[in-house]
């Protein structure tokens, strides 16, 4: 009988700016993450006859959602690249990048064109939660491995 595994452990993530620096990860206060496309490739136009028109869109933008411990590393890491962009030149804004690999799923994401949705929510309560870190990516290239 056939089967297969996962771990999340199996993934490593690193997000690059050019003037702030990188940081890798592997599980390190990660909860999960989340890569997502936005553009619809497909988009169909009805005639007022019922004639449908079929377009092939291209585009590859969307968005990786970084769920952080808030007392982690990477929850620090991305609160002070957010914080140095809000200040910097708007020249800095959307040079993130990020690399996912996952080598047991035969999968490697490269997203560039990196910036911030925005800020945050951070929840306080009795016990420590997640914070969801939103960056939309002007490209994601799902690359065979």
């Given at each position: 009988m056939a089967h297969s595994t996962y771990s999340f452990t199996d993934i490593t993530a690193t997000l690059s700016h050019p003037s702030y620096g990188s940081y890798s990860l592997n599980g390190d206060g990660t909860g999960d993450m989340?890569?997502?496309?936005?553009?619809?490739?497909?988009?169909?136009?009805?005639?007022a006859d019922g004639h449908i028109m079929v377009s092939k869109v291209a585009g590859n933008n969307g968005s990786v959602v970084i769920n952080a411990q808030q007392s982690s590393g990477l929850h620090n890491w991305l609160q002070g690249l957010f914080n140095y962009l809000v200040?910097?030149?708007?020249?800095?804004?959307?040079?993130?990048?990020?690399?996912?690999?996952?080598?047991?799923?035969?999968?490697?994401?490269?997203?560039?064109?990196?910036?911030?949705?925005?800020?945050?929510?951070?929840?306080?309560?009795?016990?420590?939660?997640?914070?969801?870190?939103?960056?939309l990516f002007a490209d994601i290239q799902k690359l065979p491995m």
């Open positions: 989340t890569v997502s496309k936005a553009t619809d490739r497909t988009v169909h136009d009805v005639a200040g910097a030149s708007t020249k800095e804004w959307a040079h993130l990048t990020m690399n996912i690999n996952s080598p047991v799923m035969h999968k490697t994401y490269v997203c560039t064109g990196g910036a911030f949705v925005k800020e945050p929510d951070e929840p306080f309560q009795a016990q420590g939660q997640r914070v969801a870190w939103t960056i």
